[in-house]
């Protein structure tokens, strides 16, 4: 519990002295998306019978819980491990290498929950009349801890700044535009349809877009989001006794 405790100390720490510098890093996508899609198009254009604005920003706090969370982690651990040497001292250390992974993939959560939450408030200081419940906020940490822990996985793994960034172009970006950010699966082909159905960010989006009428789906979301997070820790926890 200690070390768990002092990750998220150390990432707290970093969090406080760059502040303004995270803060208005997380808000200039978010808001160029909104101004771009959102108030430009939001106007002219409906989806599912909706406003556009209303069915975007769903779509926007995925993609930005996502990207947030998968970047902070990724990095953060790809750094530690090629430049500064510090994940090999984690490693070697008489500390519980669960507690470590954990802690390390909530801390990248909680970065992509204050992305979501700095969303949320500029959207409702924009009038757009978005309504958060209880399930939203389980949706978005439960993504959150996907993609972070993604991230991890990613920084453990990859042996370059380089070779990282592939990751974001042939993962981390097509999720970006296919999962239902944008537009209503209902458009796509029915094969890839159900390729882009298995994809978590599919799920976050969908969950964030449920208005409680279909009671199956609501459960199945966060079912699939949590086999994700699971499957993908313990291949962290793997890729982390391997460098040991």
Known sequence: MSTFL???????????????????????????????????????VTMDGKPYIAFIIPGIVALATMTTSYNNTATSINISRIFYKSFEAFMIAPISTYTYVLGKIVAGALMGMYSAFLIIVLSLAGGTGITISLYSVLIIILNCLVFSSVGFVAGVFINSHKELSKISSFIITPMSFLCGTFFSLDKMPKLIKNIIWMLPLTHTSLGLRSSGEDLINMIIHPIILIIYFIVIFFIGIKGCKSAE
């Open 6 to 44: 002092s990750v998220l100390w150390q990432e707290y720490v970093l969090f406080k002295r760059k502040f303004w510098t995270i803060t208005l890093a997380s808000m200039i996508s978010p808001i160029l998306y909104l101004i771009a899609f959102g108030w430009g198009m939001g106007s002219q």
